[in-house]
């Protein structure tokens, strides 16, 4: 489970050493899990038949998860990558908003605190670090849609395999940022399309280690821990991912000491939520993870 955990992790440091835009970026990733998908599901004969409806709830989520995708890799690009991974780990607030506002729950007076603790430390990361307001904005955004598609995907888990369900979303939502990317080229005449150097080799890591091999590492794992190891561990992929961060890009030089209040009340909330609300079925919240970040 922490390897997957870590190659999740990796995820922030490839954004960053991955030169190109990042709605190509995506684009690219998007296409190679796809492809990767498709090449796993031949090969084991597993393709199973996704009902109309579910369709349309997968490609929803394809959609979301390239804009979420498009909003993460922004944030590393507009600030660093630890940033980028600070912001993300507050969907698991946003989570609970959504789940509370789709299902027409009443609203816990703990989960509210919790949300105004990672509030909170998003204040500080904004206010001592207001160079990179665009970076931080884009980080939200991409922790809000993270929250949303997770929902969304809740809801037809336990349907359908998770690879199955990996592919179409990835299928979709490249289809949806091929149909954005002249937009892209539009307002960004000098855009590069075409990965330079080294970019081809971290796509593919990014794709198929990060993502279809992360995911497949993670699943084979919860047949042997508990569910509470397996959250805590889904949980700590933003701390690996900034520890990396420091150690290959000593971002920590970077950061002003408020980035770090605002990161430690962040995770303060992340945790005690696991405490809070853990629930007992922790397998879905691997499968709608799906090594999607």
Not at 133 to 138: D, E, H, K, S, T
Request: glycine content about 6%.
């Amino acid at each position: 489970m922490h390897a997957a955990v870590l190659l999740w992790g990796f995820t922030g440091v490839l954004g960053k050493a991955i030169s190109l835009s990042a709605p190509v970026l995506v684009w690219y990733r998007m296409l190679m899990t796809a492809v990767f998908m498709a090449f796993i599901l031949t090969y084991r004969k597993q393709w199973v038949k996704v009902e109309r409806r579910d369709m349309g709830r997968l490609a929803l989520v394809g959609v979301l998860m390239g804009l979420h995708w498009t909003a993460f890799y922004g944030s590393i690009k507009y600030s660093t990558a630890s940033i980028a991974l600070v912001c993300l780990s507050t969907s698991p607030v946003f989570t609970t908003i959504f789940n509370q506002l789709i299902h027409r729950d009443l609203f816990n007076a703990k989960e509210l605190l919790l949300g105004m603790i990672a509030l909170l430390g998003m204040y500080f990361i904004y206010q001592f670090q207001q160079f990179y307001a665009m970076g931080i904005i884009l980080g939200i955004i991409a922790a809000i849609l993270a929250a949303l598609f997770t929902v969304i995907n809740k809801s037809i888990a336990h349907k359908y395999p998770s690879r199955t369900m990996v592919f179409y979303e990835m299928g979709t939502g490249w289809i949806f940022i091929t149909l954005l990317m002249p937009l892209q080229i539009i307002y960004v005449p000098n855009t590069v399309l075409l990965p330079q150097h080294l970019d081809w080799l971290w796509l593919v890591v990014l794709s198929l280690c990060c993502t279809v091999w992360a995911q497949s590492l993670a699943l084979n794992a919860l047949k042997l821990i508990s569910s509470f190891t397996a959250t805590l561990s889904v949980n700590l992929e933003p701390v690996y991912g900034i520890i990396l961060a420091f150690v290959i890009y000593h971002e920590n030089k970077l950061l002003h000491p408020g980035f770090f209040i605002g990161m430690g009340l962040i995770l303060l909330s992340v945790l005690l939520q696991i405490f809070i609300l853990l629930k007992p079925n922790t397998k879905e919240l691997i499968e709608d993870k799906g090594g999607i970040d």
